[in-house]
């Protein structure tokens, strides 16, 4: 019955074409296209001139659209979103874009726009290496990026918040808005960020130069233009609170609910509550894990701090594992206490527990099944 017919790649849904042409069966040209689901039924009529986004057991749906094979892009037409459960339109075909519904009730569209959107695909390859086809990516998940689904990297037109059952949450007057995560996303007006939430409530106003995702802790970095042309980095709750002073050069994301900074060229570390547990005195610090990092004054002998800023190492050691405990197959059965590795001198390994203290000296830090383990790891 179908030109052709997508992969299900472990999803409940696939794409299908009917009287679309072309050289490869994954990516038909023209037609007309629809959804069916994993037992054959159309839960999409297929009477639209592209579909594409499915999530949520939601797809968006194209009227009017032109796939241009040379470019690889959609141009034209209009966007709207069929619920798979139903088979209905609950999102009305009337924007000249839109985003995906990624496991929330809401996504961006886009009214009186010129932005084309691009076919979603990957290079099907043989043995040799030499594409061959290509095969259509359909199914969109968590880590999908909407930048990269348009033709140029910056959204262009006006930007609305829109419900799954087709209410506007905001005027149209965005020049874009990111993914939501924890509930809120960034959003551009007039080439200022602010921060959203999923009512389509400003909880940041758009002033600022760049602000970065809301993290775990529920806390963003902001950028804010300084008298002497360059930008300082401050920290606001998601509702806007301010937890620092703008005065930061650089910063790092949040991990174990620290994260570090930059003022003239050294680095300290501030929690999410905007409190700098170190001033600015490390050359290095390195990625939290397992609440702990390496520090390094000089960048040349290493210490261990945790993510309270407490010195759990004095800076004494020539080198570490990036991570701590990363890795590491020496762990308690309950999954509570770490060790991981330091190295002093030129070849002298130690392990340590996350408190400190020295398991063994004097040893290995990578084992094979034809090593004897020290006895003093045998409880990690």
Sequence with gaps: KYSAVGDFFYQYYTWVNIGGKGN??????GGKWGVIDVHGNEVCPVNYDYVDYCASDLVAVNLGGVMNKKTMVIDGGLWGFVDLKTGQVCVPVEYTQV?????????????GGTLKKKILY???KNEKGKVVGHKRLFHVFNDFNLLKAFERFYLTGAWGLVAKDGTT??????????????????????????LMDMTGKELIPCQYEDISEC????????WEESSSGKNKIGLLSKNGTKLSEMKYESVGNFV???AWFVINDKIGLIDCNGKELRPATFKKVGEFNHNLAFCSTDGVTFGIIDNKGKQILPEQYSNMAAKFGEGSPFVFNNGTNFISWVKQGSDSYSWIDQNGNIII?????EYTLFDVIPNELWDY
């Excluded at 496991?103 to 961006?108: I, L, P, R």
């Excluded at 993290?215 to 902001?222: I, Q």
């Excluded at 000296?361 to 830090?365: F, R, V």
């Design 24 to 29: 490869d069966d994954e990516l038909p040209f």
């Design 361 to 365: 000296s004097n040893a290995k830090i």
């Design 122 to 124: 990957e290079d099907v």
């Design 169 to 194: 949450l905001t005027p149209f007057d965005y020049s874009c808005g990111g993914n939501f995560k924890n509930g809120t996303c960034a959003i551009n007006k007039s080439g200022h960020y602010g």
């Design 256 to 258: 174990d609910s620290v």
């Design 99 to 111: 985003s995906a519904f990624i496991n929330s009730d809401v996504a961006w569209m886009q009214k």
């Design 215 to 222: 993290y775990d802790e529920g806390v963003v970095w902001v």
